[in-house]
């Protein structure tokens, strides 16, 4: 029943209270987000908003996945260099998947 759920609304809870997760970055426009658990999906796209200070994964299906997790003043001046982002699965401090995303900041 909850897939059906899921299927009919698009906006799924963020990210940080389905699983554990972090964002690295640096000043070169380097961006890694590590979990520890499988996502919902493929993601087609990683976004973010500087007006909205809102950071959104977008799957394949259209479905949003706010990440969560507050953004940092120096974190923003290196998300506005990023042109990917490196989604990490981390499990027993194993990688267990690495997926490059493509990253648009408005």
Not at 62 to 87: C, F
Request: hydrophobic fraction near 35%; proline fraction near 3%.
């Amino acid at each position: 029943m909850n897939t059906d759920n899921e299927q009919l609304n698009p906006l799924l809870d963020s990210l940080d209270s389905a699983m554990r997760c972090a964002i690295l970055t640096n000043p070169k426009g380097e961006v890694t987000i590590l979990h520890d658990q499988s996502l919902s999906g493929d993601i087609e796209w990683i976004e973010y908003d500087e007006v909205e200070d809102t950071f959104s994964l977008i799957y394949e299906q259209g479905r949003i996945q706010p990440l969560g997790l507050s953004i940092e003043a120096k974190m923003k001046e290196n998300l506005i260099k990023a042109q990917s982002v490196t989604l990490l699965h981390i499990k027993d401090k194993q990688a267990m998947s690495s997926q490059d995303v493509s990253f648009i900041c408005t």
